[in-house]
């Protein structure tokens, strides 16, 4: 089974650091790694290595590629044109060109998403390293499968019940005017297929997301009380988004450290600074990942039988947490992340009967 790991952390250049030394540490192991990262100049700095958009080799066992948002947007936008004339009878992007494209705020995080999907399902590797920002734009990237398919649900439910869909759907007239310029029929099956297969690629990113067996993140961090501050926050947000912090790697000069207390019940691993070039010892003290992530706890766990969900949300307090439900779903507000869950069917339609925030979870009735 593949393997995703990432890294949080304020400090790109540690954070950086421990990428290096576990896509180092995997590729000892015998495994196919692909170490990936943003256009960010730190990731080849450190390798002493020309990186492209396209992987290449760095070691033995050891690829790596840098994300490069302009290449990445050309390729996609080639795929878009394909799919549009797959539809209407008269293309309009067909003279739209990828080259010309400029990327627009969102886009970095999308196109650097998708391209790890891609790597994921291609069977190619047995572990992908991904040093991203470390950050809060990482964790909203990772969340974007299950916050496109909130938008996609509710959304298409509105205009199915609108004046305007049931129009469309009902309207002998409409339909033939659709066709003049689709090549399908707007309401057999055939028409949801983009629709669908977009959906079943959203489904598959959740779900590897909230398998950490498949994904799992760590942070990094030193001991100075801002830096364990930030962390601390980035652990309760990636909760938000269904990620799994497998445990915490803490940079010292001497390789000691007392923050165990901030980040239980996570293992904390001590590791000496080092100087770039000289990974051995950096790559020797890298933990077993996978070892720490399954005792780590899980982001939400769903009781049916006691009625209860269950939300582990570290590093923050009541007073930072907020709920409401809408239908079938509640929605948990936290810090500046805004998470919504689709309950199971024994649970939908039943209102919440009591919350309450203990030992750092926090634990909804119904």
Wanted: aromatic share 8%.
């Amino acid at each position: 089974m593949s393997q995703i790991l990432t890294f949080l952390g304020e400090s790109s250049a540690a954070r950086t650091k421990i990428a290096i030394a576990s896509a180092k540490s995997l590729a000892n192991q015998g495994k196919r790694v692909l170490l990936a990262s943003g256009a960010e100049p730190v990731l080849p700095v450190m390798l002493s290595a020309d990186l492209g958009p396209d992987p290449q080799e760095i070691g033995a066992n050891l690829q790596a590629v840098q994300f490069q948002s302009s290449v990445l947007l050309e390729r996609n936008w080639e795929e878009v044109k394909k799919l549009e004339a797959q539809y209407l009878k008269t293309p309009i992007l067909k003279d739209v060109y990828g080259q010309e494209l400029s990327i627009l705020p969102g886009m970095d995080g999308a196109l650097a998403l998708n391209a790890i999907r891609e790597y994921f399902e291609s069977g190619k590797y047995d572990a992908i390293v991904y040093n991203g920002t470390g950050d809060l734009n990482t964790l909203r990237m990772l969340g974007m499968p299950e916050s496109i398919s909130w938008y996609v649900r509710r959304f298409r439910q509105l205009f199915i019940n609108s004046d305007l869909g049931r129009t469309i759907s009902d309207s002998p007239f409409i339909q033939p005017l659709i066709s003049t310029f689709l090549n399908v029929n707007p309401m057999a099956d055939n028409f949801a297929q983009p629709t669908n297969v977009a959906t079943n690629i959203l489904d598959k990113g959740k779900q590897v997301l909230a398998n950490p067996q498949q994904f799992s993140a760590f942070l990094v961090t030193t001991a100075d009380p801002i830096e364990v501050l930030t962390n601390r926050y980035l652990w309760g947000s990636a909760q938000q988004v269904g990620l799994t912090i497998g445990g915490v790697i803490v940079i010292s000069p001497d390789g000691n450290s007392n923050v165990s207390e901030d980040f239980a019940p996570l293992q904390v691993t001590n590791i000496s600074d080092i100087k770039e070039g000289n990974w051995q010892p950096l790559v020797d003290a890298i933990p077993d990942f996978t070892v720490q992530t399954q005792q780590a706890p899980r982001p939400i766990e769903i009781d049916v039988n006691a009625r209860q969900v269950r939300l582990f949300l570290p590093g923050f307090d009541k007073k930072q947490v907020k709920l409401t439900q809408y239908g079938p779903e509640v929605t948990i507000e936290a810090g500046d992340q805004r998470r919504n869950i689709l309950l199971p069917p024994a649970l939908s339609g039943k209102p919440v009967a009591g919350a309450k925030f203990q030992n750092q979870y926090l634990i909804i009735s119904f």
